[in-house]
């Protein structure tokens, strides 16, 4: 009786994580439109860099969705996946400042701002949704991290948009970049670091 209880309580757990998520993934993919969109016409690499965190973030919940309910091995092997797929924007956002500066383009400041502030309340709106299941499994909590690392992104295009606006150069607009690809390779090594403890941890139990 206590075994099937336990069971329906997690389904009706399952289910109501699922809601989040597609909630989740919908806003992030709305806003990849809005902001790739916003960051091609401004010129701003920091722009564009987190319209592609969207992008991934939006992949991210996708995959979440797919393994939700399947056993323990499936949903860390989702997290090394969403892990690696993080490093890769890391590493994406690195080359594109490099091209960036090498071109010494000037972004617009006022269009940064703008968009910076409806990705910052987006994701404001998703970390709400998110906070319950934080400390969850290494797939729950690396949908968590990418979601605080997100909020954080976003102050920082908008302190970029002041330094922009203020300064009349692009630098600030490269400096955020650059601490944007810092913060997800970041990320992306402490999600695949436990994804591969939870992945190792059954075979150590044997």
């Known amino acids: ?103 010494d383009v000037v972004p617009a400041a006022p269009v940064m701002g703008i968009v910076g502030m409806l990705a910052l309340l987006a994701n404001l709106s998703v970390l709400a949704l998110l906070y319950a299941w934080r400390q969850g499994d290494a797939n729950m909590r690396s949908v968590w991290i990418c979601s605080r690392n997100d909020v954080l992104g976003n102050l920082a295009v908008l302190a970029a948009a002041a330094g922009v606006f203020g300064t009349g150069t692009g630098w600030p607009d490269l400096a955020v970049a650059a601490v944007m690809a810092a913060l997800a390779l970041s990320g992306a090594w402490r999600i695949v670091g436990e994804a591969r403890r939870e992945l190792v941890a059954p075979l150590a139990a044997r």
């Not at 399947?70 to 890391?90: C, D, E, I, Y």
Request: proline share 1%.
């Open 1 to 103: 009786m206590g075994v099937h209880c336990c069971a329906g309580e997690e389904a009706v757990r399952d289910r109501a994580y699922g809601r989040v998520l597609l909630a989740a993934l919908a806003i992030n993919a709305g806003m990849f439109v809005v902001e790739i969109g916003a960051g091609l016409a401004a010129g701003s690499v920091a722009l564009q860099a987190d319209a592609l965190d969207f992008l991934g973030d939006a992949g991210n919940y996708a995959i979440s969705l797919a393994v939700l309910g399947s056993a323990p091995v499936l949903r860390a092997r989702a997290a090394l996946l969403k892990g690696l797929t993080m490093g890769g924007f890391g590493l994406w956002v690195i080359l594109a400042t490099g091209w960036s500066m090498a071109n």
